[in-house]
């Protein structure tokens, strides 16, 4: 299984010497859980974020009885089919998986017959009915990449960076019927770094959401955890990412440009129009430099060296530090700025 967010193996399971006929094990936090009986449990995911959730289940003692996770679907440039990471490390372990479009009648009595105790679901992917949700004995719970109800919706960890968030976290949530609106079970806090992107966001909190869990689950299994329910007046929405949405426009400030790449790598990716052609940028932070030439317009290259290019925005320097030209690789700017398309006066963000 190749998921860069595979866990580390988990501690050996060993018999409680207080409590006859359990089993512990030491977690992150370096408490012991101990687990009165094995739980029946439905895991739901698709995408990386769910690998280290799955990963965690998988080294407890609980009974993993079925994987839910989309269909195989093309891609690549291929466009060939292509399992999910979940799929791929379900596989690994033999464990029983189902693919279904959607979650019929039909796929609900077969998730019966496993008399399920606890569905997890992390980014599954789709909206699980009603019948499904009052299944397990004890329901069904999300991890959620945001302290509710903040950022609820498909992107909550773009629009945290996006907005300028200092902080952001995991939520341990009771499902319900609405979009990320279910009781929370508790939280985990992490912090946003300045050098944060998506990608490094997102594999934090992809294993402090499983730890979450697991720190958690014996808690929830005994009735434990108090719920608590969001204030909607609080709520806000992460829309879903669209590659238009990468297009950077000069005329903003060069921390607002500067959170726009961290947001959008790896994808859509921040573009900008050199000559014509588009050119993404990977990289790039706020330039401690001063502006110099008080008429010259936003996009406008000021200073192009091996260690950034700096373009003026409509309030200070962004310096870009890896750039990726059409049909090439991302590259870091000292292997692209002694060309003359970057020099000092040329303007970015037009795409004739």
């Given at each position: 299984m190749s998921s860069r967010l595979a866990a580390l193996p988990a501690p050996p399971l060993t018999e409680c010497t207080t409590h006859p006929n359990r089993v512990a094990r030491k977690i992150p936090s370096g408490?012991?859980?101990?687990?009165?009986?094995?739980?029946?449990?439905?895991?739901?995911?698709?995408?990386?974020?769910?690998?280290?959730?799955?990963?965690?289940?998988?080294?407890?003692?609980?009974?993993?009885?079925?994987?839910?996770?989309?269909?195989?679907?093309?891609?690549?440039?291929?466009?060939?089919?292509?399992?999910?990471?979940?799929?791929?490390?379900?596989q690994a372990h033999g464990l029983t998986i189902y693919q279904p479009e959607r979650l019929n009648a039909d796929m609900i009595q077969t998730l019966k017959e496993y008399t399920p105790d606890l569905m997890v679901v992390v980014a599954y992917g789709q909206i699980l009915p009603p019948a499904l949700l009052s299944l397990p004995r004890l329901g069904c719970v999300n991890i959620h990449a945001s302290l509710l109800p903040r950022w609820r919706g498909a992107a909550p960890i773009q629009r945290a960076i996006l907005a300028g968030d200092r902080e952001t976290g995991v939520t341990l949530m009771q499902m319900d019927n609405g979009l990320d609106t279910g009781d929370m079970l508790t939280q985990t806090r992490s912090l946003i770094?300045?050098?944060?992107?998506?990608?490094?966001?997102?594999?934090?909190?992809?294993?402090?959401?499983?730890?979450?869990?697991?720190?958690?689950?014996?808690?929830?299994?005994?009735?434990?955890?108090?719920?608590?329910?969001?204030?909607?007046?609080?709520?806000?929405?992460?829309?879903?990412?669209?590659?238009?949405?990468?297009?950077?426009?000069?005329?903003?400030?060069?921390?607002?440009?500067?959170?726009?790449?961290?947001?959008?790598?790896?994808?859509?990716?921040?573009?900008?129009?050199?000559?014509?052609?588009?050119?993404?940028?990977?990289?790039?932070?706020?330039?401690?430099?001063?502006?110099?030439?008080?008429?010259?317009?936003?996009?406008?290259?000021?200073?192009?060296?091996?260690?950034?290019?700096?373009?003026?925005?409509?309030?200070?320097?962004?310096?870009?530090?890896?750039i990726q030209m059409p049909n090439r690789q991302a590259l870091p700017v000292s292997q692209l700025f002694h060309s003359n398309a970057w020099s000092p006066g040329n303007t970015l963000g037009t795409d004739t």
């Amino acid at each position: 299984m190749s998921s860069r967010l595979a866990a580390l193996p988990a501690p050996p399971l060993t018999e409680c010497t207080t409590h006859p006929n359990r089993v512990a094990r030491k977690i992150p936090s370096g408490f012991v859980l101990v687990y009165n009986t094995k739980m029946n449990i439905i895991f739901a995911g698709t995408p990386e974020f769910a690998v280290p959730t799955l990963q965690a289940l998988i080294n407890t003692p609980h009974r993993l009885c079925a994987v839910l996770t989309q269909p195989d679907r093309p891609a690549g440039r291929g466009r060939h089919m292509t399992a999910s990471p979940v799929k791929e490390l379900a596989q690994a372990h033999g464990l029983t998986i189902y693919q279904p479009e959607r979650l019929n009648a039909d796929m609900i009595q077969t998730l019966k017959e496993y008399t399920p105790d606890l569905m997890v679901v992390v980014a599954y992917g789709q909206i699980l009915p009603p019948a499904l949700l009052s299944l397990p004995r004890l329901g069904c719970v999300n991890i959620h990449a945001s302290l509710l109800p903040r950022w609820r919706g498909a992107a909550p960890i773009q629009r945290a960076i996006l907005a300028g968030d200092r902080e952001t976290g995991v939520t341990l949530m009771q499902m319900d019927n609405g979009l990320d609106t279910g009781d929370m079970l508790t939280q985990t806090r992490s912090l946003i770094t300045p050098e944060d992107t998506s990608e490094t966001l997102h594999d934090r909190l992809a294993r402090l959401g499983a730890d979450c869990l697991i720190d958690n689950l014996a808690a929830l299994a005994q009735g434990e955890l108090t719920p608590t329910k969001q204030d909607d007046a609080q709520a806000t929405y992460a829309k879903k990412l669209t590659k238009e949405e990468g297009l950077i426009d000069w005329q903003q400030d060069a921390a607002t440009l500067a959170r726009h790449v961290h947001a959008f790598n790896p994808w859509p990716v921040a573009y900008t129009y050199l000559e014509g052609e588009r050119v993404r940028i990977w990289e790039a932070k706020v330039s401690t430099e001063s502006p110099i030439n008080p008429g010259t317009l936003p996009g406008t290259i000021i200073h192009s060296t091996a260690t950034g290019i700096d373009i003026l925005t409509g309030k200070g320097i962004l310096k870009l530090t890896k750039i990726q030209m059409p049909n090439r690789q991302a590259l870091p700017v000292s292997q692209l700025f002694h060309s003359n398309a970057w020099s000092p006066g040329n303007t970015l963000g037009t795409d004739t």
